[in-house]
């Protein structure tokens, strides 16, 4: 006999439901530990009328979408506050604000009191207004920087992740 307890769940017409959209990404990336602001949240389409007993993999293309469909994006900040709130979308591409008061938290490796950084993805920030490299304040590896991001300034992003 088992000894883990037994649960009853009922699933209600779930075959008459709408599948939910796949291939997620956040600025290009799948899963991102992090993201910077304004972000790019991209996603393929599913229709189960298309679908049926297919299987798809989350990483495949739009298939679809059924007449009607739409979807509603939330994006919460790191206290689980509602930060931007986008119902009825039909396309597959949302822009986040990523709300006020944004920071960036970067892992890095370099000389104390540097302004020229390359972030743990090959990403290049350049630090103005007194933002620099620290490595009396390391979090990770050798060296980090936090830095409030509002309005861009301080700190300016140069090129994407490699």
């Known amino acids: ?17 709408p599948y939910p959209p796949a291939n997620v990404k956040i600025n290009g990336k799948d899963w991102p530990e992090t993201a910077i602001s304004p972000l790019t949240i991209t996603w393929s389409h ?3 009328s298309l679908q049926q007993d ?6 495949d293309g739009d298939i679809g979408p059924e007449a009607g469909t739409t979807y509603n994006l939330r994006i919460y900040d790191e206290s689980n506050n509602e930060i931007q709130n986008d119902e009825d979308l ?11 008061g944004n920071a960036a938290l970067l892992h890095f490796n370099g000389d104390d009191g540097g302004t020229d950084i390359t972030d743990e993805y090959g990403g290049q920030w350049s630090g103005t207004s007194g ?8 979090k990770f590896g050798s060296a980090s920087l936090y830095c409030p991001t509002d309005n861009g300034s301080g700190l300016d992003r140069e090129t994407e992740d490699q």
């Open 131 to 138: 933002v620099k490299i620290s490595t009396t304040q390391s």
């Open 54 to 59: 297919v299987l798809v993999p989350w990483t």
């Open 46 to 48: 599913r229709d189960r």
């Open 90 to 100: 039909t396309e597959t591409t949302a822009v986040g604000s990523g709300g006020s």
């Open 1 to 17: 006999e088992s000894a883990a307890t037994a649960n009853i769940v009922t699933i209600d017409q779930r075959q008459a439901r």
